[in-house]
């Protein structure tokens, strides 16, 4: 399921990501997500904070940015295009 939720990048939304990604992983450990951010040094900070200051673990969670996901699917496009 392709869920987004948008904002401006402030504290607010910190506790609601971590809430969140709290929620989603809580019946299945396992359960893939993906977390798109604008930049690297975001990936960096909200690792940190997921797992460092709010204890989550990290696994199956991918973090990809902006260009890194048009290249995603790129990729995918161009493998489905194949015959």
């Keep these: 399921m392709l869920r987004i939720v948008t904002g401006s990048f402030a504290p ?3 506790p609601a ?3 969140e990604v709290r929620r989603l ?4 450990p396992l359960a893939p997500l ?4 604008p930049s ?3 990936v960096t900070y909200l690792r940190r904070l997921l797992v460092v200051e709010s204890g ?5 969670v991918h973090f990809l940015t ?3 996901l048009a290249l995603r699917l790129a990729d995918e496009w161009r ?3 194949e015959p």
């Design 79 to 81: 493998a489905a295009a």
């Design 34 to 37: 993906a977390l798109i951010v």
């Design 17 to 19: 990501l971590i809430e």
């Design 40 to 42: 690297s040094s975001l």
């Design 56 to 60: 989550l673990p990290l696994l199956n």
């Design 66 to 68: 902006f260009y890194q």
């Design 25 to 28: 992983k809580a019946a299945d």
């Design 12 to 14: 607010d939304l910190e």
